[in-house]
């Protein structure tokens, strides 16, 4: 399998230089899909999100009529060294057990990709530790988040016509309620939610966690790659890496639900066009995940009060995407139907 080629980035500096000067869009490309759905046998407009979607497709693979041939789920695994804060309903050991039961085809995101014909890759980071705890130090050094973004990186093939972004790491929703109080404001209450199902004193732990990681981390919280480093994790960071690849091989993504949309709000607030090529596949009911797409400019395919992470949410949408691309590509043409179409009064 060829991999997106980039040189891999070694410090924070090689991440803001990676994400300037991102390639655009093939504006052409999404010109000559928006005339041919005018042509198709149906009134304008009448498919709504299904003709946006397949022109928005057109737009990011370059095509006026875009392929579904090689999509990919991918779910980054890793683990967090804040669930020693009582944040979380189960132990780290969970993570590796769940990464073993996907592989076991055990799981519902592999019952999600057979039905919708997607192929699946689960990336492990360095399961058996985990990140530090970030409530007394950075939860990653420099290096090691270069290095996590750069195997997200590395992780996208270079010939997928679509990347489903997804993760599992217990843990991780309260390091993307962190990087989403540190990049936002708002109190931590706002954007912490139960995760995997914390009670109500797990919940209020959770919350003076990310209150006391906010405080500590203070003087840093103006740099989005510094919050990535001090709050985030090794999924989170490859996640970013995987959205940055992708955008850099003009491949469209779907993001799955809260923590995935954490890598993206990175991205997003380093340079809020490192996400234009991001859909947002699902609404979350974890915390306050309408407030986080409405901050990043992104309208959900799917609201199904899903909140199991794993990219299952948007790999749901992919149903979506497949439809409107067997409508773009397949429908017939008010000329080849030989249906008379609108006449101008």
Same mark, same amino acid.
């Given at each position: 399998m060829?991999?997106?080629?980039?040189?891999?980035?070694?410090?924070?500096?090689?991440?803001?230089?990676l994400?300037?000067?991102?390639?655009?869009?093939a504006?052409?490309?999404g010109?000559?899909?928006r %005339?041919?759905?005018?042509?198709?046998t149906?009134?304008?407009?009448?498919?709504?999100?299904?003709?946006?979607?397949?022109?928005?497709?057109a737009?990011?693979?370059g095509?006026?009529?875009?392929?579904?041939?090689?999509p990919?789920?991918?779910?980054?695994?890793?683990?967090?060294?804040?669930v020693?804060?009582?944040?979380?309903a189960y132990?780290?050991?969970?993570t590796?057990?769940?990464v073993?039961n996907?592989?076991?085809?055990g799981?519902?995101?592999?019952?999600?990709?057979?039905t919708?014909?997607?192929n699946?890759k689960?990336?492990?980071?360095?399961?058996?530790s985990?990140?530090e705890?970030?409530?007394? %130090?950075?939860?990653?050094?420099?290096?090691?988040?270069a290095?996590?973004f750069?195997?997200?990186?590395?992780?996208?093939?270079?010939?997928a016509d679509l990347?489903?972004i997804?993760?599992m790491?217990?843990?991780n929703?309260?390091?993307?309620?962190?990087?989403?109080?540190?990049?936002?404001g708002a109190?931590?209450a706002h954007?912490?939610g139960?995760g995997?199902?914390?009670?109500?004193?797990?919940?209020?732990?959770?919350?003076?966690?990310i209150?006391?990681a906010?405080?500590?981390?203070?003087?840093?919280?103006?740099?989005p790659?510094?919050?990535?480093r001090?709050?985030?994790?090794?999924?989170?960071?490859?996640? %970013?890496?995987?959205?940055?690849a992708?955008r850099?091989?003009?491949?469209?993504?779907?993001?799955?639900?809260?923590?995935?949309?954490?890598a993206?709000?990175?991205l997003h607030?380093?340079n809020?066009?490192a996400?234009?090529?991001?859909?947002?596949?699902h609404?979350?009911?974890e915390?306050?995940?309408?407030?986080?797409?409405a901050?990043?400019g992104?309208?959900?395919?799917?609201?199904l009060?899903?909140?199991?992470?794993?990219?299952?949410?948007?790999a749901v949408a992919?149903?979506?995407?497949?439809a409107?691309?067997?409508c773009?590509?397949?429908?017939?043409?008010?000329a080849?139907?030989?249906? %008379?179409?609108?006449?101008?009064?």
């Amino acid at each position: 399998m060829t991999v997106v080629s980039s040189k891999s980035p070694k410090s924070l500096v090689d991440l803001r230089s990676l994400l300037k000067n991102l390639p655009p869009p093939a504006e052409d490309s999404g010109a000559a899909a928006r %005339a041919r759905q005018a042509e198709l046998t149906k009134p304008p407009g009448s498919l709504g999100r299904l003709e946006e979607i397949a022109e928005f497709l057109a737009r990011w693979q370059g095509r006026a009529i875009p392929t579904l041939d090689r999509p990919l789920v991918l779910v980054f695994a890793g683990n967090h060294g804040i669930v020693a804060q009582g944040v979380s309903a189960y132990p780290p050991s969970v993570t590796q057990a769940m990464v073993d039961n996907f592989g076991a085809g055990g799981a519902a995101i592999n019952q999600i990709c057979k039905t919708f014909a997607l192929n699946l890759k689960v990336v492990p980071l360095d399961l058996d530790s985990t990140t530090e705890d970030f409530t007394r %130090a950075p939860a990653m050094n420099e290096a090691d988040t270069a290095a996590y973004f750069a195997r997200g990186m590395a992780s996208v093939p270079a010939d997928a016509d679509l990347v489903i972004i997804g993760e599992m790491g217990i843990g991780n929703t309260t390091s993307a309620a962190a990087i989403y109080t540190a990049l936002f404001g708002a109190a931590a209450a706002h954007w912490a939610g139960r995760g995997t199902g914390v009670d109500d004193a797990g919940l209020t732990r959770k919350i003076a966690a990310i209150e006391a990681a906010c405080a500590l981390h203070f003087a840093f919280l103006g740099d989005p790659l510094e919050v990535l480093r001090r709050l985030g994790g090794r999924e989170i960071a490859a996640m %970013a890496g995987a959205i940055a690849a992708a955008r850099r091989a003009s491949i469209p993504v779907l993001l799955d639900g809260y923590v995935a949309c954490a890598a993206a709000a990175v991205l997003h607030a380093e340079n809020p066009d490192a996400v234009a090529h991001c859909l947002a596949g699902h609404q979350s009911v974890e915390g306050a995940h309408a407030d986080i797409l409405a901050r990043l400019g992104k309208k959900p395919l799917l609201d199904l009060n899903m909140r199991l992470g794993e990219a299952s949410g948007a790999a749901v949408a992919t149903g979506l995407v497949r439809a409107a691309l067997a409508c773009h590509s397949g429908m017939a043409t008010f000329a080849e139907a030989q249906v %008379a179409g609108k006449t101008e009064n």
